[in-house]
């Protein structure tokens, strides 16, 4: 795990808050998609294994 406050990764990334939050919301978009499940009722299993997918922790670091 990063050991990057928020303020520090909002500085390193030069993203904000929000848009951070927007490209997690789109990658487990994605992920449910590529998965075949609905995105708008996941469950509490399906969430678990999309927050351990590396591309939802590091939302953002591709565009720094």
Same mark, same amino acid.
């Given at each position: 795990m990063s050991n990057y406050s928020k303020d520090e990764f909002v500085k390193e990334t030069g993203l904000s808050e929000k848009d951070i939050n927007e490209l997690k919301e789109a990658f487990v978009e994605k992920y449910? !998609? *590529?998965k075949g499940w609905d995105s708008n009722s996941l469950t509490q !299993?399906? *969430?678990t294994e999309i927050y351990q997918q590396e591309?939802?922790?590091k939302a953002g670091l591709l565009f720094s």
């Open positions: 449910a !998609e *590529l !299993e399906q *969430l591309d939802y922790k």
